[in-house]
């Protein structure tokens, strides 16, 4: 696979991983994760240890958050894919605006920065380790009924 075909495989990993989250489909976003996955900075944002290890855990924690949404819509930027010589793992930068309606409560709004590790697995690319850097999360009140 050519540096441009990566480059181009590593954006649509990203953006399918987006629109699995936005339709809160866990199995089609806990695909995108290699079996021995890590993601960080996530789970301690809602009072959960970290990091989350293994796709197992990763479902284990979106899939219960996923039920207890009304919605959620992520906007990224990716801002750079570094490919190693060989061609099986890539560094990618990927700024996030994230909100999300938890059901009966106010709407969740995160800003931050995702610092991935991604490897080549067969002919698809998959996350080996992200880690958001939240730059801020807020809550705005529950409308009054």
Do not use: C
Not at 36 to 60: F, M, N, T, W, Y
Not at 65 to 85: A, E, K, M, P, S
Not at 124 to 129: A, E, G, H, S, T
């Amino acid at each position: 696979m050519s540096d441009w075909e990566s480059k181009t495989a590593i954006t649509e990993l990203i953006n399918n991983y987006t629109g699995a989250a936005g339709r809160l489909d866990i199995g089609e976003f806990s695909a995108f994760f290699l079996e021995d996955a890590e993601v960080h900075g996530v789970a301690s944002l809602l009072g959960q240890p970290e990091p989350l290890r293994g796709k197992e855990a990763i479902a284990g924690f979106f899939g219960p958050l996923f039920l207890g949404l009304d919605w959620l819509v992520q906007q990224n930027t990716t801002t750079d894919i570094r490919i190693d010589r060989e061609g099986r793992w890539a560094k990618v930068s990927t700024n996030i605006v994230e909100m999300a309606q938890p059901s009966g409560r106010g709407i969740v709004t995160m800003i931050g920065r995702y610092d991935d590790e991604v490897e080549l697995s067969g002919t698809r690319w998959r996350f080996r380790k992200r880690v958001l850097t939240p730059f801020s999360f807020t809550t705005q009140a529950s409308p009054e009924a």
